[in-house]
């Protein structure tokens, strides 16, 4: 019931602030903004366009661990270049999918060849709670009597 719903309708909820970094950033840049702004990935943009995503896990994995240095390091060394995306209509559910299949944790919502917002794993969850609560809460007054049939 509630995985059948389109993005837009989460999208809607969220705040329109979207918040990016150029390949050329360094991994540094990257991750001072993603903590002042308390994310978790950011879209990397080169002219407008998409390019990449960069993530917590690709500090972890492909800085850190590596020895290199994030003042050093620029973004676009760094970042998964086959990127998953989805539309607005596509759905809860069908994300939840390509989440699981592809083993990411943000998809990015494009228009075409725009950005138009991210999407989280916390994002679904948050959403499908909130459906499901709303959803028993109506049941619960239908049975209570307070809901016409």
Not at 85 to 100: A, K, N, P
Not at 122 to 133: C, E, K, M, R
């Amino acid at each position: 019931m509630t995985r059948t719903f389109p993005i837009s309708s989460l999208l809607h909820l969220k705040s329109s602030a979207l918040w990016s970094v150029v390949p050329e950033a360094t991994v540094f840049e990257a991750i001072r903004l993603m903590a002042e702004k308390n994310i978790g990935a950011l879209p990397v943009l080169a002219g407008g366009r998409l390019v990449g995503i960069f993530t917590e896990r690709d500090y972890t994995r492909k800085v850190a661990l590596m020895g290199k240095t994030s003042k050093e390091t620029r973004v676009r060394e760094v970042i998964a270049r086959e990127l998953v995306t989805i539309t607005s209509e596509d759905t809860v559910e069908g994300c939840m999918r390509l989440m699981t299949e592809h083993r990411v944790r943000h998809l990015p919502v494009v228009a075409g060849e725009k950005l138009v917002g991210i999407v989280s794993i916390g994002d679904l969850v948050n959403w499908i709670i909130s459906t499901q609560n709303a959803a028993i809460e109506q049941m619960e007054q239908y049975i209570a009597g307070g809901i016409p049939g």
